[in-house]
T-cell receptor, first 112, second 112 residues
Framework: DAGITQSPRYKITETGRQVTLMCHQT?????MFWYRQDLGHGLRLIYY???????DKGEVPDGYVVSRSKTENFPLTLESATRSQTSVYFC???????????FGAGTRLSVL | GENVEQHPSTLSVQEGDSAVIKCTYS??????FPWYKQELGKGPQLIID?????GEKKDQRIAVTLNKTAKHFSLHITETQPEDSAVYFC???????????FGGGTRLMVKP
């Protein structure tokens, strides 16, 4: 039972580069979420998806793009990375939107 | 949208003592209140949740209480152990019921 997996676990990139963080879940949960976690800010929602081909903005969507062509995958792309996007990124999935969320182990991203 | 405030941001207790973390929420229609524990280097994991039709729920050493009139809920950990040291997050659903809003987190340190 793989659950929810994120890749890579660690990533270093340079400002201006495009980077994609991957998220895969094996439960066929309808909802998937991307959060960023920074010191002093807790978990902030970037984007979420209620089903394949349905995505919506969260609290801090600027500079990020998502897609969801398949139920099990929800990649997050930083089109032109900035230093302010240095953070730990968590993906989560749930059956319903306001339901128990299951989190991945996170991706630590450093933008130099 | 939903606003969730969590206090305190840090909490240090002696092993064996009790710990209490409190959250307030703004949307009176909210009906589901989960608590997550995040250990170092890992994603948050649900430890207990409560729905609005009950005032208290217990699971061994942890309990959650809910006061819907005052719009606050609390996590209680009794007989704390060093392995309880972690960051704890509360959450509440938004009024559309399609996402959770998380509190800012509490870093609990249990001193042996």
């Amino acid at each position: 039972d793989a659950g929810i997996t994120q890749s890579p676990r660690y990533k270093i990139t340079e400002t201006g580069r495009q980077v994609t963080l991957m998220c895969h879940q094996t439960w066929s949960h309808s909802y998937m979420f991307w959060y960023r976690q920074d010191l002093g800010h807790g978990l902030r929602l970037i984007y979420y998806s209620a089903a394949a081909d349905i995505t919506d903005k969260g609290e801090v969507p600027d500079g990020y793009v998502v897609s969801r062509s398949k139920t099990e995958n929800f990649p997050l792309t930083l089109e032109s990375a900035t230093r302010s996007q240095t953070s730990v990124y968590f993906c989560a999935s749930s059956i319903g939107g306001a339901d128990i969320q299951y989190f991945g182990a996170g991706t630590r991203l450093s933008v130099l | 949208g939903e606003n969730v405030e969590q206090h305190p941001s840090t909490l240090s207790v002696q092993e064996g003592d009790s710990a209490v973390i409190k959250c307030t929420y703004s949307d009176s229609a909210s009906n589901y209140f989960p608590w997550y524990k995040q250990e170092l280097g890992k994603g948050p994991q649900l430890i207990i949740d409560i729905r609005s039709n009950v005032g208290e729920k217990k699971d061994q050493r942890i309990a959650v209480t809910l006061n819907k009139t005052a719009k606050h809920f609390s996590l209680h950990i009794t007989e704390t152990q060093p392995e309880d040291s972690a960051v704890y997050f509360c959450a509440a659903p938004n009024n559309a019921g399609n996402m959770l809003t998380f509190g800012g987190g509490t870093r609990l340190m249990v001193k042996p």
